[in-house]
């Protein structure tokens, strides 16, 4: 699937869809048209683009929100089209519903995990005696297996420090940190607020319009002394990735 700002499509094939105009995510929603149509999409890695950061946290979250709502709502849309009969591979169709439907199992899923689990294997300790070899076999097994992205993230920003430089070394604290236990729970209660926010505007039908998030100045107009408009930099820029 397709989600971002960078992206080459073939006019005939945009022709031979709309864009939705109401959409929270519009190239999430197109991506899945096309897919379902049958058409392909493929990655280029060479192929980058960058965007201004959020002028702030308010203005972040409610970047964040839209792109969660946009998520859910292209999810329940599409959803029965999924399983449908049509164009799509088997492989095509278990991608699908494993990005777009399994999300929400999983997401309740490290609820129980993490805000329930761990707080119970604190009070009484994980082993045979207390919770029976399965559940222990498959704590221990979760904990190890979360420890591996952790450890080669850290590994991979380590080894890019040599090119990268004081930014390099920024970006092992920052992954580090992030991608730890007690970083990735704090990360994942973040994106809990959002999802549980997203459902409850989709299911009162409080969903407002699309709104422009606010950036923070681009650092060739703030080299240049120059003073730049938040609000024309974000329209400029939304403009340009529709």
Excluded at 74 to 100: E, P, Q, Y
Excluded at 144 to 167: D, H, I, N, S, Y
Excluded at 210 to 236: L, Y
Aim: one cysteine or more; charged letters at 20%.
């Amino acid at each position: 699937y397709f989600s971002g700002s960078n992206a080459l499509w073939k006019t005939e094939v945009l022709g031979a869809r709309e864009f939705s105009e109401t959409a929270q995510t519009e190239d999430v929603d197109m991506a899945i048209q096309q897919l379902l149509d049958g058409r392909r999409i493929e990655f280029c890695a060479e192929s980058r683009s960058g965007e201004l950061a959020p002028m702030n946290c308010a203005s972040m979250w409610k970047q964040r929100m839209r792109w969660t709502i946009g998520w859910d709502e292209t999810s329940i849309k599409h959803a029965g089209a999924f399983t449908d009969s049509g164009t799509l591979t088997c492989r095509a169709r278990c991608g699908l519903v494993w990005t777009f439907i399994v999300r929400w199992a999983m997401t309740v899923l490290t609820v129980g995990a993490v805000y329930v689990g761990l707080p119970l294997t604190t009070c009484r300790h994980l082993d045979e005696a207390h919770w029976g070899k399965l559940i222990t076999y498959l704590g221990q097994t979760c904990f190890v297996m979360g420890l591996g992205p952790w450890t080669f993230a850290t590994v991979e920003a380590m080894l890019q420090v040599p090119r990268r430089g004081m930014q390099g070394a920024i970006q092992v604290l920052f992954v580090f940190v992030v991608a730890s236990p007690v970083g990735f729970a704090s990360f994942f209660l973040y994106n809990f607020m959002l999802q549980v926010t997203s459902c409850f505007k989709l299911s009162t039908g409080r969903v407002s319009g699309w709104e422009v998030t606010q950036r923070a100045p681009s650092a060739k107009k703030a080299g240049k002394g120059e003073e730049a408009d938040p609000e024309e930099e974000a329209e400029d820029l939304e403009d340009s990735v529709a």
